[in-house]
């Protein structure tokens, strides 16, 4: 029997061992299945987006849908990562990184929120959990709404 080497974390790195460092490099930032579905039934309305765009260009922060014309910022935030009050669980190794982790992130959500709202811009949020046709009907009625038309 060979015996497993010593794993030695990258530089930088917080994860506690290969195996976990090898899922969370697999967590996709975009292109979510969620997100897809939403955009499959926004793109079926007729409506055309932007992807993992940037509503402000000096604002270092990219929604999941961008509608320009209309200044509508769409975000499908996961339950884990952006903090879902219904789904959210404290994770059982590194508490002190990932909890601090997650409520950066909603203090993130809501900063972005703050500056697109003053910039003119509606902003939409939806869970991962959400009802994708719900939200897909929302995000048609908000931008068409903004652009004078209705559905």
Known sequence: ?????????????????????????????????????????????????????RPLADLRRTADLVFRPAKVAVFIDGCYWHGCPEHYVSPKTNTGYWSGKVAGNIARDRDTDQRLAEAGWAVLRFW??????????LIANTVNDRRGKSI
């Open 1 to 53: 029997m060979q015996a497993t080497p010593e794993w030695n974390p990258p530089e930088g790195s917080w994860a506690s061992s290969a195996a976990i460092r090898r899922n969370m490099q697999a967590i996709r930032s975009r292109d979510t299945k969620p997100e897809r579905l939403i955009r499959r039934l926004v793109h079926a309305q007729g409506l055309r987006y932007r992807v993992a765009a």
């Open 128 to 137: 991962e959990h959400e009802s994708a046709d719900k939200c897909a009907l």
